[in-house]
Nanobody
Framework: QVQLVESGGGLVQPGGSLRLSCAASRSVFVSSETGWYRRAEGKERELVASITSGGGTSYADSAKARFTISRDNAKNTVYLQMNSLKPEDTAVYYC??????????????WGQGTQVTVSS
């Protein structure tokens, strides 16, 4: 079983920056994709950014010019650098790991989430 731990959230003023981390307890996939999701109060969950084990990335339109997703395979960790933060970025951010196990089966895991609040 894989455990995912998110960190790096907090309170920041508009225009500020935060870097979120998603660390996996161990590597169990032949290939994988890690996504950063967020859920704001009163809104549905949305995908913010994702990165594959091969390094391919994708972003939501709202994040494309301001956020950067990256990974450190040696540390089993994925990062989300968030710059020029806006109040509408306020949400609980959590990561999802999915991929193919060495057995050939598909599996996925969710972290518990980290709160990001952008306010004066």
């Amino acid at each position: 079983q894989v455990q995912l731990v998110e960190s790096g959230g907090g309170l920041v003023q508009p225009g500020g920056s935060l870097r979120l981390s998603c660390a996996a307890s161990r590597s169990v996939f032949v290939s994988s994709e890690t996504g950063w999701y967020r859920r704001a109060e009163g809104k549905e969950r949305e995908l913010v950014a994702s990165i594959t084990s091969g390094g391919g990335t994708s972003y939501a339109d709202s994040a494309k010019a301001r956020f950067t997703i990256s990974r450190d395979n040696a540390k089993n960790t994925v990062y989300l650098q968030m710059n020029s933060l806006k109040p509408e970025d306020t949400a609980v951010y959590y990561c999802n790991l999915k991929g193919v196990l060495y057995s050939g089966r598909f599996d996925y895991y969710w972290g518990q989430g980290t709160q990001v609040t952008v306010s004066s």
